[in-house]
């Protein structure tokens, strides 16, 4: 059997979990790729340190970058650079790459495509959203007879963990987001995570290959989870409701929505079921309709089970002479949709006196938005005041921003607790 | 660009798709395939048919299977023969074939990627298994760094709709399934759906895939849902449960596991949700971890969404001159293991007399076959009988048939309503 050598950047978590999954599984992946696979090196910080794996290792990337030896760079250190040069110095240099970076690629995939187009030669990225499902191969493979009109994920296992506690354990934000630190579900600095920046990368990469039109992370609209509240659990329930952070894509005919943020999901969506650190990606097609893939998103193995799954393909195709034949897919440029016109029904929590026409004149300020009201919970409370949480109807962004603002300069407001998108099917 | 001809063989439900997808979807196909793709001719049952397709149609299969303009050929007839030979010769005339044939490759798929190796043919089968949900691409070529330890399925729309309505509605299995034929969700004869054997079909070529080893229809241990009654819903109900016709793969130290049978599900399980006629593919890896695909596993469109994707892959493959590389990926052969040892949890519900010492009685002949239980639930009966629902602990089905015997020739006994497996995480 011939044998393939791999280069490693980087040799953290993931790459750890791609020399242990070898490890274990290497003679049924060697069957599988028809070759030989090895690690011949791998990049890292500090070449004194320690390692369970059984990997040479390096502190100059040109030991791998430079290597003739080496067919397929596996690239998982993470961040844009020097991950991208690193990236494009491979390709040009006629290797294969395989990446699990998300950052990078939200933000130069094209440039990265072009470049290994270019130069002949395969850039496989399975690892760089939601590592144990194999969402990318389904879009670049499995769909091509659709046209996809929306991708709706959970991809960000961190505040899947928080919303789900939140909701199962009736807890606060800051004593979960605490709990998830400790046991390492979520970093030290979780602004990534819990303001939806992390979720955001990965839709616009999931858009692009989703639409076939270039999709970049700047385009994404993106609110955290930060501001959600027991209280807002609570009413969501009551509602047939849960709040999860959604990470959606929309192709409308104004142009492309991107946008992450927590949302009202009804009980019975099959994103609704989701739990704790697991992610899912829902897509509907013209074709093949509502189709949803469910699993780890993150992790050391579920990651390195994706690395692999494509430096196997990368393997087979560099033996067979036929690598540089996937590309970015693209064959359109639709253009991203203004904020304003994305289209939503919204759940706002408010509290107002509890006085005779205040919420005929509520009622009012919507209806100027031309918006009306799906749903509406109102309870009594203290001191004279009442709490409303009104759910509309779907409106555009501009109207709702019109009803709030006229909502905010009420005399008889006493506080808004909340807004929130509500998704309705 | 190039053009690449298809024949298809059989223009029904899921070749009329196929026509339909293309008619619409076209340019884009073309672009993703990169070649012009048309349907060359379709072999059909009466020519003189109206048809919606604006497709050639022809009666002799000779038309597409010696034609050499045909590169691609589609085979969508379902059923052994002439399935079987159609495939072999189109494969033998070096054409690439796309089949969406359960019966055909629970049967035959080792003699059919045989021949199709030894003429250096590609051979897709997406459309074979659960149509909207690309599992098949998902098993050849992203999880193939993994040890794939099981497989769990809803994969029968038919008896997943009847089973959700007798759970949704309280409504009896002979009403429902006459409603489901009425709205052509069951055929007009149900067996193949409510007893089991097309999702044994399917469980035989996921179970192939998983494990790399053989495994055919015969090999599934089936049973179907024409038992299963709103009592035995209810009391699943009281155990926090849902009952389900699962299809279920292991692979264990003894052999593979393969059974088609009702059962009781945790109502967390991510399978307990799927509702009405969809279907779902649940995967554990041991590098992926737990996966679940889940869409719409039949119909026109989304099967010929399958087809397609496979038909543009064929494709791509043709014109770089690399078809012939996809194997069944057999690479072991592991033995089946027999069903006296296969291991579940069961439910058993049976009406005994209401009399002292009774159920020690009962508790003694599950205690000989060295069986404990996990959930008691006993009700008072009219007539001097009680009622009762028992859930024992994982046992072999060898143990849990001694401990039904000891039962069934017990003088207090009445009657013994049913036996469900019972699925536990």
Avoid: W
């Avoid at 494009?88 to 187009?117: G, M, P, Q, W, Y």
């Avoid at 560099?318 to 440029?333: F, I, S, Y």
């Amino acid at each position: 059997m011939s044998s393939m050598n791999i280069g490693l950047l980087g040799l953290g978590t993931v790459g750890g979990g791609v020399a242990a999954v070898l490890a274990k599984n290497g003679a049924d992946i060697n069957r599988r790729a028809e070759c030989d696979i090895r690690v011949k090196a791998a990049l890292v910080l500090d070449e004194t340190k320690k390692r369970a794996e059984n990997v040479p290792v390096t502190t100059n990337p040109a030991d791998i970058l430079a290597d003739k030896d080496v067919q397929i760079v596996a690239e998982l250190m993470g961040g844009v650079e020097p991950a991208r040069s690193y990236v494009l110095e491979a390709l040009r240099s006629k290797k294969s790459v395989v990446t699990a970076n998300k950052d990078l690629l939200a933000l130069h995939a094209e440039e990265i495509f072009r470049v290994a187009a270019e130069n002949g030669q395969d850039i496989y990225f399975e690892g760089a959203v939601a590592g144990g499902i194999p969402i990318i191969a389904a879009m670049r493979a499995s769909f091509t007879a659709n046209d996809i009109t929306s991708v709706t994920g959970i991809i960000n296992g961190t505040t899947n963990y928080i919303l789900t506690a939140m909701t199962e354990q009736g807890r606060d934000f800051a004593a979960v987001l605490h709990e998830a630190q400790e046991l390492g579900y979520a970093e030290s600095d979780p602004a990534a995570d819990v303001e939806g920046l992390d979720a955001a990368r990965k839709l616009a990469i999931l858009a692009t290959l989703a639409f076939h039109t270039p999709v970049l992370f700047p385009d994404v609209y993106v609110e955290g989870i930060t501001g959600i509240t027991s209280a807002d659990i609570e009413y969501a329930r009551e509602l047939g409701r849960v709040i999860k952070l959604l990470a959606i894509a929309r192709k409308t005919e104004e142009g492309v929505e991107v946008r992450v943020h927590p949302a009202l999901l009804p009980e019975r969506h099959p994103l609704a079921t989701v739990r704790d650190v697991f992610n899912a990606v829902y897509v509907e097609g013209d074709a093949l309709g509502e189709s949803m893939f469910y699993g780890r998103g993150a992790g050391a193995l579920p990651t390195a089970s994706a690395v692999l799954s494509d430096v196997i393909q990368a393997a087979r195709n560099r033996n067979a002479g036929v690598q540089g034949r996937q590309g970015l897919g693209h064959d359109r440029r639709l253009p991203i949709k203004p904020v304003r016109d994305y289209r939503s029904s919204f759940y706002i929590r408010l509290k107002v006196k509890d006085e005779p026409r205040v919420f005929a004149s509520l009622a009012l300020f919507f209806a100027e938005a031309d918006i009306s009201f799906a749903s509406i919970i109102q309870k009594p409370r203290s001191g004279g005041n009442a709490e409303i949480a009104l759910v509309t109807h779907p409106c555009r962004e501009s109207q709702f921003e019109q009803a709030l603002s006229s909502v905010r300069a009420y005399s008889k407001l006493e506080k808004i607790y909340n807004t929130i998108r509500v998704l309705n099917d």
